[in-house]
């Protein structure tokens, strides 16, 4: 999956892509919209806390530095195992799964609480009243979804595609 980004300038050219983008078969779970505050987008597609958060990159980073530390943690303590103690492949296993879980909740909680830094670079034009269109497509339909609007839809800029998101988001 690819994410696209578009700038739409109003609500009713946001409702008049999702529309269009329902009809080519993309899956309302898979448009995401943030906007201000204050701007009613009524039954339009709002982004959730996975898309305007740090949360899955942090995620990403969590599991792979406490893996690391499990990894790390149980290869020392079979090397090196307390008085009494013999430890085995299950041990490394379960340290490694251990120190990945702990660093997916840690990093998870802060990542939560950060904005997310691709959609940082967009805060000014929501602050003026813009909406930012996130849609995720398989890659092979990129260019079809993007001749799509940017043809039907000529005030929505397009903004680039980022160049994979992650399944569970």
């Known amino acids: 999956m690819r994410r696209i980004y578009f700038l739409v300038p109003s609500v009713a050219l946001a409702q008049s892509i999702v529309d269009d ?8 779970r898979h448009i995401h919209i943030v906007a201000r505050q204050d701007t009613p987008l009524e039954d339009l597609p709002r982004a959730s806390v996975a898309q305007t958060s740090d949360l899955v990159p942090a995620l990403q980073r969590g599991v792979a530095a ?3 530390a499990g990894l790390l943690a149980g290869l020392l303590a079979i090397t090196f195992p ?5 430890f085995g492949g299950g041990a490394l296993l379960g340290m490694t799964a251990f120190g990945a879980g702990f660093g997916a909740w840690m990093s ?11 959609i940082e670079q967009f805060q000014k034009a929501i602050a003026d009243g813009e909406l930012l269109m996130m849609i995720d497509v398989p890659s ?3 260019e079809e979804i993007e001749t799509l609007v940017t043809r039907h839809h000529a005030e929505a800029e397009l903004e680039g595609v980022d160049p994979n998101i992650p399944i569970f988001p």
Do not use: K, W
């Open 108 to 118: 998870g909680m802060v990542g939560v609480g950060l904005p997310s830094s691709r």
């Open 140 to 142: 092979l339909r990129v």
């Open 82 to 86: 307390p008085a009494g103690f013999v």
């Open 21 to 28: 983008l329902l009809l080519a078969r993309i899956e309302a």
């Open 66 to 68: 406490g893996g690391l």
